[in-house]
Every structure is written in C-alpha cells, then in structure tokens.
C-alpha cells in the first residue's frame, strides 16, 4: 500500500515553508516515526517523519523548494524494504539463510542477538570482543552508537565540503542563499526601524547584591529547586514589577489603537544557529524564580536543537535581550514589533565607582532600554529603567512590592 508523505499544517501566520533537508532518498528502507525532512518556515523549523514502516518511493519536493500547507512531497509504500542486488551468486546463498542465522546464534549472546535485531543488524557488521570472538551487547551498542554519530554529521557534510581552505592571498568569495528563518529575521528589524519612532535610553546597575545573594543561597536554590539560580530570572521578576507601574512600556500599537496588556508575556531573545529566535515565558507574574529559571533552560535546549514551536514564540509583551553572554559591553537594542520597548543586559565588568565619597571597585552592568516614542514618553522610559535597576540592586523590593 503506498501512502502519501505531505508538508505540516501551517498556522495563519505561515504563509509556507521550504524544505531545508532530506534525510532519506528514494529507494531507502524507513522506519516507523523516523525523521525524513526538515521544513523551515519563517519562524521555525519543523519536521516531518514517517507515519509508517516502509520504503521511501519518491520525493517529489526536493530541497530548496517552497510547500504550502498539506502539500504533497513524497509517497511511501508501507512495509516494503529497499531492492537487494539480485546476482546469480545470491539468488543461490537464499537458501541457505536458516544455516547463517544459526551461525549468528552462535557467535552472538542473546542480548545481542535481540539488539542486533532491534537496529536491523546481522552478525556480520559487528565484530566480537568477546571470548572466542563472541559478540557481546557492548559490541552492538558501539555499532548503533557510531551509526548514529554518521547520521548526525551527514547533513554537515554538503557544507564541510564547501568550506574549503583558500590559497594564501586568494580573494576569495563564497554565494550563499539566505535561509528563510535569516531573511524574516532580517525585514522584522528593518521594519521595526521604519515604522516605529525608536529611541534608546540608558543606565547602568551594580550587580554586587544580586551576586552576593546567588552566592549565599545557590547551593539551597539548586538542592529545593533542581535548577541554577541565574541572573536573567531576577531581571525578568524586575521587569514584570516595573512594567505593573507603567503600562504604556507593556502595550503595543494596533493602526489608530493603544492596545494594553493585562498579562506579563516576556520574551527571551536566544541566538540559534539558525538566526535570532525570542521565545516567550508566560505569565511571568505568578511564576517564582525556580519557574521562570526552568523555562528558561527548557527553552534554551529547544532553541539549540531547532525544536521550538510557534507557540512557543508567538505573542510576548515585552522582550529581554542579554548580549552580555557574547561579552557586549553596550549595545542598543532592536524593537521585537509589535512591542513598544526591549531591555538589553550587557556583559559585567569591575569598575571604580564613587559610593559615599569613596572609591570602590563594583561589578557593573549598562543597562539599555529601546522604547517606541509613538507611545511611550522619555520620561516614563527612563523611570521604567530606573525601576528595574532599583529591583535589581536592592532584591529585597521584590519581595516587598515597593
């Protein structure tokens, strides 16, 4: 029976997709809920795997090509398995297939035999390390474990072998087209810097609180909570309690309309390998530190292995961008539209600073907030900021809603 293999259902947001990689070619043995392609949209990439056991028939949407929602890209034939070469010489050996299974029987235990199965392997392909050359569960797994690194590295290998090392003062150039995830990056920030009246405000926090805070109670926080105590989650608490005394830095403009927000979506600006990605920790209100510190891993680890939904990115309220990771000592900002303003961390750096008439060395961080002027007046820009360094220098206004 042959079934068809089609593109995922886009949201209304995505208008299509491309298809980033093919993992199978035509001909190939696959198996149940095993990965065939990749299909990169505007804002994620998503996959597409096997509904079925079977072999790949044919691929219809190659790679590079555009597919609309539910469109057809290949077709399977269910519990077929990929042509053997039929020579003279094997037509003969078929027969003698219960002998060699019993010679299997015999130069492999039988957690082996069971693995080898699992993985579609003979005894062949696996070389014993046990006595008498016996093969061992150990031997399998080294087997499936190398398969596996194989697999991994073959979508790499078009690119490695593009990467060419060039002569010694060779002008070389390199033409590569820009994926679509890069290019929807790219005209969200043009747009954002055409449409909106954007300007950037600054000032700057001591970080020695929140440090010696970390440092008294990381081993406590870790051993309750499971997870690291880290700076982005005393920020994103900041941020929702300054955003609660001036609603316009959490609004967004809709045509004619101020649109405010009851609600604390903030997002998270991650750099991926495939581009920029902000996904979104909801409701940041009613979540503590541990909360949003999980969310943020559980984020973190999607972004890297290219697993964020659409979900997970859209909406948002307010955006939190931390350059500080890659060593930015200042930097500003780019408006996330429809938002009204962004936060920007920035790396944290020793410096003298006059405290009470004296000269102390501190751990400082710039801090920048762009804000759309449209909306949001100087004055309340810089307040908002203010707010957010008062609660970062002084935690216990957290806890006390003050």
């Known amino acids: 029976m042959s079934i068809e293999i089609k593109a995922p259902q886009f949201p209304e947001s995505v208008a299509d997709g491309t298809i980033a990689t093919w993992y199978k070619k035509e001909g190939e043995t696959v198996k149940r809920d095993e990965l065939l392609a990749d299909v990169e949209t505007d804002k994620v990439v998503l996959e597409i795997v096997a509904p079925e056991a079977g072999v790949l028939t044919s691929i219809i949407k190659q790679e590079g090509d555009t597919v609309e929602s539910q469109e057809l890209i290949a077709t399977l034939e269910v519990g077929a398995t990929a042509a053997a070469p039929a020579s003279q010489e094997e037509a003969e050996a078929t027969p003698a297939q219960p002998a060699a299974d019993s010679a299997e029987d015999a130069v492999a235990a039988p957690a082996a035999r069971k693995l080898m199965s699992e993985h579609g392997l003979d005894a062949s392909q696996v070389t014993g390390t046990g006595k008498g050359g016996r093969i061992t569960k150990e031997d399998v797994e080294a087997v499936v474990a190398q398969r596996q690194q194989q697999r991994d590295a073959a979508p790499a290998a078009p690119q490695a072998q593009k990467e060419v090392q060039p002569l010694i003062g060779a002008r070389e150039e390199r033409r590569v087209p820009m994926t679509r995830l890069r290019k929807r990056v790219a005209e969200r920030l043009v747009a954002a810097q055409h449409e909106a009246a954007m300007l950037t405000t600054f000032n700057e926090v001591n970080m020695q609180p929140i440090m010696e805070m970390r440092k008294s109670y990381q081993t406590d926080f870790e051993k309750t909570h499971g997870v690291r105590l880290g700076f982005m989650s005393f920020f994103v608490r900041a941020c929702v309690e300054a955003l609660k005394r001036f609603p316009a830095v959490n609004a967004s403009i ?70 500080g990771v890659f060593g930015s000592l200042l930097s500003t900002p780019i408006l996330n539209p429809p938002q009204t303003a962004i936060l920007g961390m920035h790396k944290i750096q ?21 804000y759309d002027h449209r909306l949001i007046d100087g004055k309340e820009a810089v307040q908002f900021l203010v707010a957010v360094k008062n609660f970062i220098e002084d935690p216990a206004r957290l806890l006390l809603d003050i």
């Open 254 to 323: 809709d045509g004619d309309d101020i649109v405010y927000h009851g609600y604390y979506d903030v997002g998270v600006a991650v750099s991926s390998d495939r581009g920029l990605v902000v996904p979104v920790l909801r409701d940041c209100d009613q979540k503590g530190l541990a909360e949003i510190e999980t969310d943020i891993i559980s984020y973190g680890t999607k972004a890297r292995d290219g697993k964020l939904s659409i979900d997970d990115m859209t909406g948002g309220t307010f955006t939190i961008s931390n350059g």
């Open 350 to 370: 020793e410096r003298p600073m006059a405290v009470n008439g004296k000269v102390e060395i501190l751990p400082m961080m710039y801090l920048a907030l762009s």
